[in-house]
C-alpha cells in the first residue's frame, strides 16, 4: 500500500480555490443545486494515483483528454475508462474524423482552464470550450456516477452523469473504446 494522501470524503466547495476553473465547477454545481461529493489527495495523475482515488470513494476514475486537429483549431473533451488504452487512430475513426493529437498544456490553459492532469468535463462550462465536442465512452456514460478532477489534480469530484450532463447542458457523442481494461 502507498503512502497516497487521500481526505475523507466531503461536500461542499473547498475554502480557497487554486483556480478560475476551479470556482467555476464549485459555484455551477452550488447555484443549480447539483449533489456531489469531493476528495482532496496528492497529485492524481497516474494509474496507480487512481487506485487510491478509487478506493476512496468506491467508484472508478476516469480519465479526460483534450485532442487537437493538426490545424488546432478544432477540439474533442473524450472521457474514457481510466484503465483502457487510448489509441488516437481508432478514437479517430470512430469519429469519422482525421487523425488527432493530445491538446499541449498551453492549450488546455486556454481552453479548460486546466494544466495536464486536471483536465476535466467541467472544463466545458467555460466560454472559451464552447466549441469543443464532448465524447465519452458508451460504458463510462453508462454508470450512475463517475468520479472526474474539479480543475485541479489534488482534487476529485463523484457526480452522477445525468447531473454532469444537465449542468453541462450538453450530451456527449458516445462511442465504444474496444481496448482491454487494464486490471492492477
Same mark, same amino acid.
Given at each position: 500500500?502507498?503512502?497516497?494522501?487521500?481526505?475523507?470524503?466531503?461536500?461542499?466547495?473547498?475554502?480557497?480555490?487554486?483556480?478560475?476553473?476551479?470556482?467555476?465547477?464549485?459555484?455551477?454545481?452550488?447555484?443549480?443545486?447539483?449533489?456531489?461529493?469531493?476528495?482532496?489527495?496528492?497529485?492524481g495523475v497516474s494509474m496507480d494515483d487512481c487506485l487510491n482515488i478509487d478506493?476512496?470513494?468506491?467508484?472508478?476514475?476516469?480519465?479526460?483528454?483534450?485532442?487537437?486537429?493538426?490545424?488546432?483549431?478544432?477540439f474533442w473533451l473524450y472521457v474514457t475508462h481510466a484503465r483502457k488504452a487510448?489509441?488516437?487512430?481508432?478514437?479517430? &475513426?470512430?469519429? =469519422?474524423?482525421?487523425?488527432?493529437?493530445?491538446? #499541449?498544456?498551453?492549450?488546455? +490553459?486556454? %481552453?479548460?482552464? *486546466?494544466?495536464?492532469?486536471?483536465?476535466?468535463?467541467?472544463?466545458?462550462?467555460?466560454?472559451?470550450?464552447?466549441?469543443?465536442?464532448?465524447?465519452?465512452?458508451?460504458?463510462? &456514460?453508462?454508470? =450512475?456516477?463517475?468520479?472526474?478532477?474539479?480543475? #485541479?489534480?489534488?482534487?476529485? +469530484?463523484? %457526480?452522477?452523469? *445525468?447531473?454532469?450532463?444537465?449542468?453541462?447542458?450538453?450530451?456527449?457523442?458516445?462511442?465504444?473504446?474496444?481496448?482491454p481494461i487494464n486490471n492492477p
Open positions: 500500500m502507498s503512502d497516497f494522501y487521500t481526505s475523507e470524503i466531503m461536500q461542499g466547495a473547498p475554502v480557497q480555490f487554486k483556480n478560475d476553473t476551479q470556482r467555476l465547477i464549485y459555484e455551477s454545481l452550488e447555484s443549480n443545486g447539483i449533489p456531489f461529493t469531493r476528495i482532496e489527495s496528492d497529485p478506493r476512496a470513494f468506491g467508484i472508478e476514475t476516469v480519465k479526460t483528454i483534450l485532442l487537437t486537429n493538426r490545424q488546432k483549431n478544432k487510448f489509441i488516437t487512430k481508432e478514437f479517430g &475513426a470512430s469519429l =469519422q474524423i482525421p487523425r488527432v493529437s493530445f491538446a #499541449d498544456e498551453p492549450l488546455m +490553459i486556454e %481552453i479548460l482552464g *486546466t494544466s495536464h492532469g486536471a483536465a476535466t468535463p467541467f472544463g466545458l462550462l467555460r466560454e472559451s470550450a464552447r466549441d469543443v465536442v464532448f465524447v465519452m465512452d458508451k460504458d463510462v &456514460a453508462a454508470r =450512475q456516477k463517475i468520479v472526474i478532477t474539479d480543475g #485541479d489534480p489534488c482534487g476529485f +469530484i463523484a %457526480i452522477a452523469n *445525468t447531473d454532469l450532463f444537465t449542468l453541462l447542458q450538453r450530451q456527449p457523442i458516445l462511442i465504444d473504446n474496444p481496448a
